[in-house]
């Protein structure tokens, strides 16, 4: 499975949401990135390993076209949430919109719902 960031495929000068966040915020959430990352990579080599994270409450589909992975699944200390969607032209490939820190901001549902729009008419006139 591949995995990118928004919104590096529709501007290659600009850097990844996962990239910039993890710059700003490894320090403090070293252990959700840590996490996230080896999610990442078992992705890359296994793309049914989709199924377990769904099964196990990782990921949820946020209505739509629009899911979420959750790290943990729950938590007193905060709940990273990664919003995705996948894409309509190449098989078995994860788009990053968006993330966030559950604790300690308002959603970015709708910032990543106004990126899966922009990405879908950018995959349409590619």
Known sequence: MEIVQYPEELDPEKKGILDRFAEKHRRRYGKFLSHFEEI?????????????LKKNGYVKNLGGELWEFRIPPAGKGGVLQVYFLFSRVIREKIVILDLEIKKESEANLERARERLKIYRKWEEER
Do not use: I, P, Y
Not at 40 to 52: A, G, M, N, Q, W
């Open 40 to 52: 990442c990579r078992r992705l890359k080599e296994d793309s049914t390993f989709f199924e377990v």
